[in-house]
């Protein structure tokens, strides 16, 4: 740290401010008064958790970062709710691509906008707004706990109890290290069992969801849309196009990043396939690989596809999920 506020004296005054003893209140006037928020770490290992990104993204100030931590996920570049340089280049001259590539995104895009087009500034306030809450809240954090850790050690300890014979440990000698199983039996043969989906739960909470016998398609499309993606751990794009002249898949409800609108059937990658030929397709483990593959996120890397079919045999639609690496 004596080195960064030495540092400060090599540049013109006032060009550089040190501020001692960071805290809540001084984390306050900062995010209610930055117009952006510039993350440049040293990669790897030097990275910080970034959460004051988070927080400042939150209250409506545009990150400019380059694509480490949570700013591949959150990112919109060009734009939307911030921008991005260095394109996640890691490897020789570190520091001089992301330098080259920050005055580019300077000096072509953010400055232009911020004297320029106050309107589009502000809409890009209200996007970043928009995606930390929705992307980056404590609701979030806690799902995520409990369908990460805390439901699959539940999963553990039964599977703990249902094998201890065969592995010839005490069930109480599980609580101290001296007896723990072997490791293989944690991540290995019974990973599946671990971070199982309990399907026929979330079928039922499922049904909670229109209302006790809604019959609005809407808005029963949208609550299932906005279930599968709340409740199904990895994924980060889940909705449904919706057949419209019998040659066209439209953009219906839907949760996560922005998504093409139109998808051509027959001719439109996993969607417009499955589409035509009725049939559900899975498409592990790179999408980007298959024929006509529409990149709307290009985080996602499996996808799910399952046409709707009416009950006098008309397609309606699909359901389309997608998941990035796991």
Known sequence: MANIAEMAYRFP?????????????????LTSSCDIWLNTPQRP?????????MKA????????????G????????????????????????QTMVDAVSLYE????EV????????????D???????????????????????????????????????????YGYPIGGYNSWRFAPPFWVILGARRDAMYSTDYERLKKRLALTSGGGETNWLANLANTAAFIFQELRGINWAGFYLLEGGSELVLGPFQGKPACVRIA???????????????????????????????????????????????DGRLLGVLDVDSPPT
């Open 265 to 311: 059937v027959g001719n439109g990658g996993v969607c417009g396939t499955a589409a035509q030929r009725r049939q559900s397709i899975v498409v592990p483990p790179d999408v980007h690989k298959f024929p006509g593959h529409i990149a709307c996120d290009p985080a996602s890397r499996s996808e799910v596809v399952i046409p709707m079919i009416a009950a």
């Open 105 to 108: 995104v300077l000096l072509n």
């Open 45 to 53: 290992p030097l990275e910080a958790s970034a959460t004051s990104g």
């Open 70 to 93: 949570w700013w591949p996920e959150g990112c919109l570049h060009g734009g939307v709710n911030g921008w991005q340089f260095g394109g996640g280049y890691e490897g020789p001259e």
């Open 111 to 122: 400055i232009p906008v911020y004297y320029e087009d106050r309107n589009r500034w502000q």
């Open 57 to 68: 993204a939150l209250n409506g100030v545009l990150h400019l970062s380059v694509l480490d």
């Open 124 to 166: 890009m306030m209200r996007a970043s707004i928009a995606m930390a809450m929705h992307r980056f809240s404590s609701k979030r954090m806690l799902t995520e706990y409990y369908n990460l850790m805390y439901h699959p050690s539940t999963t553990l300890r039964r599977i703990k109890k249902r094998d201890h014979e065969c």
């Open 13 to 29: 005054p006032e060009s550089i401010v040190f501020l001692e003893n960071y805290n809540m209140e001084l984390g306050k006037l």
